[in-house]
């Protein structure tokens, strides 16, 4: 078989992902500001902000059945084709009627932000036939996945805001469209189409995903620690680090700063992934992550002067980083194939479903104890669950009786 079969499809799917995620950091500024410009409401914007989360909600309930029951391949290129088709709904809907009710809005939304989880979990469970195909360890793989995962989380914002720039938001989430659209190119012209034929019927229930996880020894303990950091990171990056930057520090610019070490030190973590696995156990790479991030955290609640918050959030995200494909590789590793979209749907569910709740407790404390002291909080937080996973529920080496890797 030429190197271009073996490699090609694992570069086009590696692609699609990637450019999908840029595509998500584009939406992720142009529909707040798109929203604002046309309403001028700052809670319709913050409202259309809650409702963007809610399909990762639905996708474990229907995303996952549907990809269990029709193949990952197809689910992958008809969501590709239904997100590029829905993101232009919002805009082009402003431009025929101008002002809409909020209801149409948060509609619109909805409707846009709809077809991505389940088309990112599909693309995830096609990740272990392609590295086989391609001769390459998952640990490798999803290494670099995570990396350019981290790497468009840092630079997709910056790509936003210079469209939004050139074109105004609407142009902007036209541009999203189109990544959409090519994504569902990729896949279909690179990505080999396999037929799934599951070793048995698929659980029917809407939950059996999530029930999968919970019962599972190794997955249990990474879902309810991602469910804590994503509970910790959500409020930490999205509102107590601007709080510190602005109103502690009185710096706009120290922000960006901050945001970017983080981002830049999440990405050389996980492209690290795949040489630390190689020396230290998953519990060490896992919970050893969580815990300098809490640590970080904690600094950054405590720093007095820009440079020691710049400093921490550096550290913030340098082994956070590995836990993005170490995830996967364990998700990837012990979810039987029957059941694998509903899984990773699920997975999605339980990690960022607790990010909406974070923000709103966290920022109760902000307002009434002070960003600083609300900092501190999270990270204890965040620290205390990851030394009780440690102790209590260690990940182990991959598991011999391992199903989905072997899958063809």
Known sequence: MSF???????????????????????????????????????????????????????????????????????????????????????????????????????????????????????????????????????????????????????????????????????????????SFLLCALLVALLVPRKPVRARREPDESALAGVRFILRHPRLRPLALLSMMGNFVLSPFLGLLLPLLAVQVHHNTTLLGLCLSAFGICATLGALAFARLSRYFSRSAIFYGGQLCTALAIVLCGLAQAPAGLLAASALAGLLLGAGNPLQQTLLQEETPKALAGQVFTGMGAISFGAGPLGLLLLGVAAQYLGAGTATLLAGGALLISALLGWLLAPLHGRSPAAVMPQQG
């Open 4 to 178: 271009q079969k073996i490699h090609l499809p694992l570069a086009g799917l590696v692609s699609a992902e990637t450019l999908s995620l840029l595509g998500n950091q584009v939406a992720a500024v142009a529909i707040p500001l798109l929203v604002l410009q046309q309403t001028g409401s700052a809670l319709m914007t913050g409202l259309a902000g809650a409702v963007a989360v809610l399909p990762i909600l639905l996708a474990a309930l229907v995303g996952g059945r549907a990809i269990d029951r029709f193949g990952p391949w197809r689910v992958s290129l008809l969501a590709d084709v239904l997100s590029g088709v829905s993101v232009l709904a919002l805009p082009l809907a402003f431009a025929w009627h101008g002002q809409l009710p909020l209801a149409w809005i948060l509609l619109l939304v909805f409707v846009g932000a709809l077809f991505d989880p389940s088309g990112s979990a599909a693309r995830q469970i096609l990740v272990p036939s392609l590295a086989r195909l391609a001769r390459q360890p998952l640990e490798r793989v999803n290494a670099l996945r995570g990396g350019l995962e981290n790497g468009a989380d840092f630079a997709g914002p910056m790509l936003a805001v210079g469209l939004v720039g050139l074109l105004g938001a609407a142009g902007a989430l036209y541009v999203n469209a189109a």
